[in-house]
């Protein structure tokens, strides 16, 4: 479970504040001492015995773990309500914990839920046009009223554009932060921050509550964004944007589903969106739909990822996605409970008298929950 300040040692909250400590150095100490403990009281020599740690980097630990300040940060943390989610703790993000170097520590305002672990990242230019804000608020309601939790970097523009999207359809949404989380940034976020939380969701970040919004944070920043996520939809992006390195990092080193939405060809906003489809790399979207069917693709890779890192958590890879179904999913469910083998789309239609839209989008998430098995012949519970 997440830890409240004053349920962390000293030790633990040195070694997660000391800068320069990142997620493969301590992840080394923790191996080497096995405990937090004995690895905040290591000495130079000790430190030293591990591999990769010389004399010269031993002494920066060392003195950055002494320089650190528990109790400051205590204090923050209790007063703005933040807890800490370790690594290998329960409710450490799934999905997150598969990706490289995955962060040691996250510091959370809010809440997050098994409805979570079924994510998709909206990302895409701080200076977007009324075409890529439209867009972004409109993916975002249609994915979150199918049970998706929207993921960003509440960002101005495309970002701000998704968090606002799923709170319009009271969905749920995280905001993932360059910054510490006793800071506000943009600033001009802050209510919509505070809107977030109260509203049932989540704010993130790896860095201590009083982080400034670092040029270099962002990039870390954004890997936790693709890694919470089962796949990364690029609204609006000119060809060097941080938003097209994220879909590229997520497809490449996280085997996430990268998509775009394509835009004006006479538009600089969108160039980056049309040569990541020209490319190939990511798939051409127009519609919530479109998302949902890459995202059932993405779902085997991830579900094989957890496989493959022996994941053991009272949630398992098997039963991953089988969360918190919302009503029309629920009303499909039962209407397969009740056939006898295997179904056609008109028959659930006439069954649950659900509009087809909204059957062929809820089929899509209850297979990327293996709820259920399509095929040519029509579709069945998997039992």
């Given at each position: 479970m997440s830890h409240e300040s004053h349920d962390l040692s000293d030790a633990t909250l040195r070694l997660m504040l000391a800068p320069g400590l990142g997620p493969v150095t301590l992840g080394k100490l923790e191996e080497r001492f096995g405990s937090h403990d004995r690895a905040a009281s290591a000495t130079v020599r000790e430190l030293t015995e591990i591999e990769g740690i010389g004399?010269?980097?031993?002494?920066?630990?060392?003195?950055?773990?002494?320089?650190?300040?528990?109790?400051?940060?205590?204090?923050?943390?209790?007063?703005?309500?933040?807890?800490?989610?370790?690594?290998?703790?329960?409710?450490?993000?799934?999905?997150?914990?598969?990706?490289?170097?995955?962060?040691?520590?996250?510091?959370?305002?809010?809440?997050?839920?098994?409805?979570?672990?079924?994510?998709?990242?909206?990302?895409?230019?701080?200076?977007?046009?009324?075409?890529?804000?439209?867009?972004?608020?409109?993916?975002?309601?249609?994915l979150a009223q199918c049970g998706?939790?929207?993921?960003?970097?509440?960002?101005?523009?495309?970002?701000?554009?998704?968090?606002?999207?799923?709170?319009?359809?009271?969905?749920?949404?995280?905001?993932?932060?360059?910054?510490?989380?006793?800071?506000?940034?943009?600033?001009?976020?802050?209510?919509?921050?505070?809107?977030?939380?109260?509203?049932?969701?989540?704010?993130?970040?790896?860095?201590?509550?009083?982080?400034?919004?670092?040029?270099d944070h962002f990039p870390h920043r954004n890997r936790i964004i693709s890694g919470l996520s089962l796949g990364v939809l690029v609204v609006e992006a000119a060809r060097r944007s941080g938003a097209l390195i994220t879909a590229r990092k997520a497809a490449d080193e996280q085997g996430r589903e990268a998509m775009a939405l394509p835009g004006r060809v006479d538009s600089p906003a969108s160039a980056g969106c049309l040569s990541a489809i020209r490319e190939g790399w990511a798939a051409?979207?127009?519609?919530?739909?479109?998302?949902?069917?890459?995202?059932?693709?993405?779902?085997?890779?991830?579900?094989?990822?957890?496989?493959?890192?022996?994941?053991?958590?009272?949630?398992?890879?098997?039963?991953?996605?089988?969360?918190?179904?919302?009503?029309?999913?629920?009303?499909i469910v039962d209407a397969l409970t009740d056939a006898d083998g295997t179904v056609a789309v008109e028959q659930i239609a006439a069954r649950t008298q659900l509009p087809l839209s909204q059957i062929l989008a809820d089929l899509t998430l209850l297979q990327i929950r293996g709820r259920i098995h399509k095929d040519h012949t029509g579709i069945r519970l998997r039992r």
């Open positions: 004399p010269t980097t031993a002494s920066s630990i060392r003195r950055a773990v002494d320089q650190a300040e528990p109790g400051q940060e205590r204090e923050e943390m209790a007063k703005a309500g933040v807890r800490l989610i370790l690594r290998g703790d329960d409710d450490y993000p799934v999905l997150l914990a598969t990706i490289p170097n995955p962060p040691t520590a996250l510091w959370i305002r809010g809440e997050l839920t098994d409805a979570d672990r079924l994510a998709v990242a909206i990302v895409g230019s701080r200076r977007c046009t009324a075409y890529g804000r439209e867009q972004a608020g409109r993916f975002a309601s249609l998706l939790t929207i993921v960003s970097g509440g960002a101005l523009g495309i970002d701000g554009e998704a968090h606002r999207g799923a709170l319009r359809v009271h969905g749920r949404t995280i905001a993932v932060m360059g910054c510490g989380l006793a800071r506000s940034y943009p600033p001009q976020h802050a209510e919509l921050f505070d809107r977030i939380v109260a509203e049932g969701g989540a704010l993130l970040s790896e860095y201590r509550m009083q982080a400034e919004p670092k040029g051409l979207v127009t519609n919530h739909a479109d998302v949902l069917n890459q995202l059932d693709a993405s779902s085997h890779l991830v579900r094989g990822a957890l496989e493959v890192a022996g994941h053991e958590s009272a949630t398992t890879a098997a039963t991953l996605f089988d969360q918190n179904l919302t009503n029309g999913q629920q009303a």
